[in-house]
């Protein structure tokens, strides 16, 4: 199962979703395989696309650990 993550933020916030993303890959994800990552400047910031392969059969997990990831970035506005 192939799941996309996508977002915008503002460019007078990029030095906090840098140090949220490093938070997230502090712990590996066993059962997600990152396929590519896209990131460009738009006319609203910093819009980024992420593409990520859950391991067959285990699909429930992989989300859990997708989610995990995600939420060091919760609390910022974008």
Known sequence: ??????GTFPLNIRKK??????????EPMSHVKNIGSWTCLGGEGINYWYVYELEKGHEKEGLKELAKAEVHFQDIEG
């Open 17 to 26: 979703v840098i140090e949220a993303h490093m938070k997230s890959m502090e």
């Open 1 to 6: 199962m192939l799941v996309m993550v996508t």
